[in-house]
């Protein structure tokens, strides 16, 4: 069955950077169509899409935070990392991965997600 | 970006109503559209997609509807286990993005 476990620091200090690794089973990202997204919410705030890579290693970025996020893949160990800099308080939330699937037809996203796991943002 | 307006932000219902959430694109996004159930402390669950897609498991009570710019979730008939926030995601044209939210809770 599909997967996935979010890890990384519970809490980082302003200005860090902040290094999410989102590790998957029950898919490849080497095969046509896989892609994972990261999402985060701030507490009892909404959702937000940040950033995407898919398996042809084409990557897109939440338009407000592009200058500070990174995506990439590990095809090999079956994980995305996501690094953001320059944190702030604002950035404290809860970071999820999620997969979507792209298919000849049709695009499901977001089907299957991790856990989550919540950064704080404090000094 | 295609800004994603839900209405309302909040609502009050019985189980038993007939529940309806509306989300309007900023622009038209096709049937790229999907939706999706929060529950407090838990992980968004996936409700529809395409628009009108059931995803499998889910009950026949959620139905999707809509394209273009103007699109509706609706909840034939709620019951306790629904109440909750519901998001739509739109997944026509990067950056994606989400809705702000309708919390649904009991009236």
């Known amino acids: 069955q599909v997967t996935l476990r979010e890890s990384g620091p519970a809490l980082v200090k302003p200005t860090q950077t902040l290094t999410l690794t989102c590790t998957f089973s029950?898919?490849?990202?080497?095969?046509?169509?896989?892609?994972v997204s990261w999402i985060r919410q701030p507490p009892g705030k909404a959702l937000e899409w940040l950033a995407r890579i898919d398996w042809d290693d084409d990557k897109y970025y939440s338009t407000s935070l592009k200058t500070r996020l990174t995506i990439s893949k590990d095809t090999s160990k079956n994980q995305v990392v996501l690094t953001m800099t320059n944190m702030d308080p604002v950035d404290t939330a809860t970071y999820y991965c999620?997969?979507?699937?792209?298919?000849?037809?049709?695009?499901?996203?977001?089907?299957?997600w991790g856990q989550g796991t919540l950064v704080t943002v404090s000094s | 970006d295609i800004q994603m307006t839900q209405s309302p932000s909040a609502m009050s219902a019985s189980v038993g109503d007939r529940v309806t959430i509306t989300c309007r694109a900023s622009?038209?996004?096709?049937?790229?559209l999907a939706w999706f159930q929060q529950k407090p402390g838990k992980v968004p669950k996936r409700l529809i997609y395409a628009a009108s897609s059931l995803q499998s498991g889910v009950p026949s009570r959620f139905s999707g509807s809509g394209s273009g710019t103007e699109f509706t979730l609706t909840i034939s008939s709620l019951q306790p286990e629904d109440f909750a926030t519901y998001y739509c995601l739109q997944h026509n044209s990067y950056p994606h993005t989400f809705g702000q939210g309708t919390k649904v809770e009991i009236k």
């Open positions: 029950g898919f490849s990202l080497s095969t046509s169509g896989m892609c």
């Open positions: 999620a997969r979507t699937s792209v298919g000849t037809t049709v695009v499901t996203p977001l089907d299957y």
């Open positions: 622009q038209g996004i096709s049937n790229y």
